[in-house]
């Protein structure tokens, strides 16, 4: 029973380089979520998709992209890499309706922007 | 907007001692108020949850009381144990607008043999 993955662990770009986090869930949630987590200021949501083919922006989309093709994949776009974007990376996930459903969060990406 | 505001760690403990983390939100509506943690390395679990007012959220001897008038949502344990060191996140879920849990910053337990 995998729940929600995430690749890769840990990551290291250089500014101005694009890379996907990748995240999959097994559990056929229609909700998934990219949230990222900062010292002191708890996790904040990018964007989240409520079924395939339908995402919206969250809190603090801007330098971002996701995609919602398949009901198992939400891959989180980073197009060019800032250092205002070294974080940790969380993707969730949750059948229904996130006030009475626990969100299943995966174990998180460390980015690092050089 | 939605916010969610808790008090600053970390708090450090003695096993056994009791635990409060103080938790306060401001929201539209009648929103769910939840308690997440997250061990080291790991992603973030429910830990308990209260979906109105005065309803008491409980799991593994922790407690929180969703008290309306107080717009406070605490965190209790009667007894802490080495194994609950973690960060324990409080949030809430608003009914209104976007489809999104608002966490607060977290607070860091250490509990001490």
């Known amino acids: 029973n995998a729940g929600v993955t995430q690749t890769p662990k840990f990551q290291v770009l250089k500014t101005g380089q694009s890379m996907t986090l990748q995240c999959a869930q097994d559990m056929n949630h229609e909700y998934m979520s990219w949230y990222r987590q900062d010292p002191g200021m708890g996790l904040r949501l990018i964007h989240y998709?409520?079924?395939?083919?339908?995402?919206d922006q969250g809190e603090v989309p801007n330098g971002y992209n996701v995609s919602r093709s398949t009901t198992e994949d939400f891959p989180l776009r980073l197009l060019s890499a800032a250092p205002s974007q070294t974080s940790v990376y969380f993707c969730a996930s949750t059948k229904g309706g996130i006030e009475n459903s626990p969100l299943h969060f995966g174990n998180g990406t460390r980015l690092t922007v050089t | 907007g939605d916010s969610v505001t808790q008090m600053e760690g970390p708090v450090t403990l003695s096993e056994e001692a009791f635990l409060t983390i103080n938790c306060t939100y401001t929201a539209t509506g009648y929103p769910s108020l939840f308690w997440y943690v997250q061990y080291p390395g790991e992603g973030l679990q429910l830990l308990l949850k209260?979906?109105?007012?005065?309803d008491k959220g409980s799991n593994k001897g922790f407690e929180a009381t969703y008290r309306k008038e107080t717009t406070s949502f605490h965190l209790e344990k009667g007894s802490v144990q080495v194994s609950d060191s973690a960060v324990y996140f409080c949030?809430?879920?608003?009914?209104?607008?976007?489809?999104?849990?608002?966490f607060g910053s977290g607070t860091r337990l250490q509990v001490q043999p």
């Open positions: 209260a979906t109105k007012a005065d």
């Open positions: 998709s409520v079924g395939a083919g339908i995402t």
């Open positions: 949030a809430l879920s608003s009914n209104t607008g976007r489809r999104a849990l608002t």
